[in-house]
Nanobody
Framework: EVQLVESGGVLVQPGGSLRVSCAAS????????MSWVRQAPGKGLEWVSGINPGGGSTGYADSVKGRFTISRDNDKNAVYLQMNSLKSEDTAVYYC????????????????WGQGTQVTVSS
């Protein structure tokens, strides 16, 4: 059974930092591109960041570039998103998603999804 389980979402103050994690199982993790996709209240899905299967190539949405860092550990079947200088507009449910081979900026391209973790940025 394929599983993607996110964790680490909490309430954090503006300007703060947070790392969310995603644990994968049930598929060959090292063959899949991984992304973080978020959904803010009342809005659609927004691709945030992606990483290739080997971890050597990453991409970011303009809205988070320079503030967020994606990484992965293929030995642990995990992907992470380090979020710094958080803003209120980063408030959203954050999902990790898996796509065979290369990641994509199109949420419709993904094969597997987690259940999401809530990140709230507020004072």
């Amino acid at each position: 059974e394929v599983q993607l389980v996110e964790s680490g979402g909490v309430l954090v103050q503006p300007g703060g930092s947070l790392r969310v994690s995603c644990a994968a199982s049930g598929f060959t993790f090292s063959s899949y591109g991984m992304s973080w996709v978020r959904q803010a209240p009342g809005k659609g899905l927004e691709w945030v960041s992606g990483i290739n299967p080997g971890g050597g190539s990453t991409g970011y949405a303009d809205s988070v570039k320079g503030r967020f860092t994606i990484s992965r550990d293929n030995d642990k079947n995990a992907v992470y998103l380090q979020m710094n200088s958080l803003k209120s507009e980063d408030t959203a449910v954050y999902y990790c998603a898996a796509k065979y081979y290369r990641p994509s900026t199109n949420a419709d391209d993904y094969d597997y999804w987690g259940q999401g973790t809530q990140v709230t940025v507020s004072s």
